[in-house]
C-alpha cells in the first residue's frame, strides 16, 4: 500500500473505515430497529386497547333445526369527545348443540388512525377459555393467551410469541365485565416491524454503496491538500542536494507540515551558513600551509643555488626545519579537530570514546607547567593548584592543557598566574583559571575566539583554541574568556559527578 500514490491510499482508508463502520451498523442495527418497533407495537398495543369500548349482546335467536344458530352481529363502541372511532368488523359465531351460556368470546378487530400502522385485533375473554379454535387464530395462540392470562399478576402485561416464521405480539389487561374478572387481549402480527427493518437495512446499504462510490472526491482533495506542500518539499531537497540551497522555502502553515517545512528552512540556512564557513576554511587553511610550503621551497631552491638566505648553511637549514615543524603541527591539529568533530556527532560518550579515566587535573597542569616554563624562562610563573579528580578522557585533557598553556606563553608579557579549585554549588564543579598579563581582546572578538579557523588579530588563523572548546564540550565543560584588570583570564569549569 505504500507504494500506492497518496490519493489512493486515503480513499482506501476512508473505504476502509467506511466499510469497517457499515459492517458494524449492518450487524448492530437490525438488532437495535427490531427492539425500538418491537417497543412501538407495544405502545400501539396499548394505545388501541385504551381506544375499545366492550359492548355485551343481551340475548341470542333461537336454535335452528340442525341444533346450530348462525347470527351475524356488529358491535359498535361509543366514544367520549376526542377519542378516535375504531372501525370493528362483523363476526360470524356458530354454535352447534346447545345454545350458549351468558358468557361468551366475542371478537373485535379494529384498524387505528394511519394506514401504515399495522391492524390490530382484539378480543374479549370471560368465563371459561374456550377450548376449539375459532379458525381465525391458531390453536397454540389461544393456549398460551390461556396460560399468560391465568398466570399474569398485574393488570397489564405484555407477551409475544413465534409462530413459524412470523412473531405475534399481544397485550393482556384485566378487565371487570358486568362484575365479573375478564380479559382484553390486543394482539398484532409482526410483519410491521420486520418490513421496517428490512426496509431501512436496504437504505442504508444503498447509501452506504453510494458513499463509498463517491468517497474519492474528498479523499482527492484531502491528498492534494496534504501532498502539494510535500511535494515543495521535495522540489527544495532536490534542490539542496544539487549544493542550490540559496532559494528560501516558506510555507505559511502551522501544522505539522508546516513545522517540517520550517526544520527544511533552518537546514536550509545551516547549510548555507556552514558552505560559507567551509569556503572561509579552506582559503583560511590554504594560505596557513602554502605560507610554510613556499617558505621550505624558496630557501631550498636557494641552498642549491648556492645562495644562503641566513648567512650559514645552518641558520638557512633551521628555518627550514622550523617551518616544517610548524605545517606538521597545522595538519596534526587539522587531523586531530576533525576527530573531535566526528567523536561529538556521536551519540553517547562511550560512543564518542570517552574514557571514563579517574585522574588529577591537579597533577596534570603542574606536568604541563613544567614542560612549557622552559620555553620562556623570563616569565613568572604563580600557580594556586588544589588536587582535583575529574573523569574523562586523560589524553584528551592533556592536549587541552598543552593547547592552552601554549596560547597563554604566546601572549604574556612577564607574568602567567594558573588556579584550579572545586566549587560547591547546585553541582560540584571544577574551575581552571589561566590568566597571563598581555594584551586585552577586543570585545567584538571574544565570542568568535573559540570557532574553527577563526583569524586572530595578527592575521593568522589557530586551532588550539577551538580544539579546546570541542573537547570540554565533549566533556559537559564550559569554556570562556574575560577580560580582566591587566590581563587576560581563560576559564574553564568542568562538572564532577
Known amino acids: 500500500m505504500k507504494n500506492l500514490p497518496l490519493s489512493v491510499q486515503i480513499w482506501l482508508v476512508f473505504g476502509g473505515l467506511m466499510l469497517f463502520v457499515f459492517g458494524l451498523l449492518a450487524v448492530f442495527l437490525p438488532w437495535t430497529l427490531k427492539g425500538f418497533f418491537t417497543s412501538q407495537i ?45 372501525m370493528v368488523k362483523s363476526q ?71 409462530i ?103 537546514m536550509r540556512r545551516r547549510l548555507v551558513r556552514q558552505d560559507k564557513a567551509r569556503q572561509s576554511n579552506l582559503q583560511n587553511i590554504s594560505h596557513e600551509l602554502k605560507t610554510p610550503v613556499m617558505v621550505i621551497r624558496s630557501y631550498a631552491q636557494s641552498i642549491l643555488d648556492g645562495i644562503y638566505p641566513r648567512g650559514t648553511l645552518d641558520s638557512s637549514v633551521s628555518v627550514i626545519n622550523s617551518e616544517a615543524e610548524r605545517l606538521e603541527k597545522r595538519i596534526q591539529d587539522l587531523l586531530y579537530l ?15 570514546g570517552l574514557q571514563h579515566d579517574i585522574f588529577d587535573l591537579a597533577e596534570m597542569v603542574g606536568e604541563g607547567v613544567e614542560r612549557f616554563r622552559w620555553q620562556k624562562p623570563e616569565l613568572q610563573w604563580l600557580t594556586d593548584l588544589t588536587p582535583a579528580l575529574i573523569t574523562g578522557n586523560r589524553e584528551q585533557w592533556g592536549v587541552v592543557v598543552e593547547n592552552l598553556l601554549d596560547n597563554q606563553l604566546r601572549y604574556a608579557r612577564q607574568v602567567l598566574k594558573i588556579s584550579l579549585e572545586t566549587r560547591k554549588k547546585e553541582q560540584r564543579s571544577v574551575l581552571l583559571k589561566v590568566w597571563n598579563d598581555g594584551p586585552p581582546i577586543d570585545p567584538a572578538l571574544s565570542a568568535t575566539l573559540f570557532q574553527q579557523y577563526k583569524t586572530g588579530e595578527d592575521g593568522k588563523f589557530g586551532l588550539g583554541l577551538a580544539i579546546i572548546k570541542e573537547i570540554a564540550e565533549l566533556h559537559g565543560a564550559k569554556v570562556w574568556v574575560e577580560n580582566e584588570e591587566r590581563g587576560v583570564a581563560f576559564y574553564i569549569e568542568i562538572p564532577v559527578s
Open 42 to 86: 407495544y405502545d400501539l398495543l396499548n394505545d388501541s386497547q385504551s381506544r375499545v369500548k366492550i359492548v355485551r349482546f343481551a340475548e341470542l335467536p333461537p336454535l335452528t333445526a340442525g341444533g346450530a344458530v348462525t347470527k351475524s352481529m356488529e358491535a359498535k363502541p361509543v366514544t367520549a369527545p376526542g377519542e378516535s372511532i375504531a
Open 92 to 162: 360470524k359465531l356458530s354454535f352447534k348443540g346447545e345454545a350458549p351460556g351468558e358468557d361468551f368470546l366475542l371478537g373485535i378487530s379494529a384498524v387505528p388512525a394511519g394506514g401504515d400502522m399495522p391492524v390490530v385485533s382484539h378480543m374479549v375473554l370471560t368465563g371459561e377459555f374456550p377450548g376449539p379454535e375459532t379458525g381465525l387464530l391458531p390453536r397454540g395462540f389461544m393456549q398460551a393467551v390461556e396460560k399468560d392470562a391465568t398466570a399474569q399478576k398485574g393488570d397489564i402485561a405484555r407477551y409475544s410469541m413465534e
Open 164 to 266: 413459524g416464521d412470523r412473531s405475534l405480539f399481544y397485550v393482556i389487561r384485566k378487565e371487570d365485565i358486568q362484575g365479573q374478572p375478564g380479559y382484553l387481549v390486543s394482539y398484532t402480527w409482526g410483519n410491521y416491524r420486520n418490513d421496517m427493518v428490512l426496509t431501512m437495512f436496504w437504505r442504508l446499504l444503498l447509501l452506504m454503496v453510494i458513499l463509498f462510490l463517491f468517497s474519492w472526491l474528498p479523499s482527492l482533495w484531502l491528498s492534494r491538500y496534504l501532498s502539494r506542500p510535500l511535494e515543495q518539499m521535495e522540489r527544495q531537497v532536490s534542490l539542496i542536494a544539487e549544493r542550490q540551497w540559496h532559494q528560501p522555502f516558506l510555507l505559511d502553515r502551522r501544522d505539522e507540515i508546516g513545522r517540517l517545512a520550517g526544520a527544511f528552512e533552518n
Open 338 to 352: 576533525n576527530k573531535l568533530n566526528y567523536l561529538k556527532s556521536r551519540d553517547t560518550r562511550d560512543e564518542a
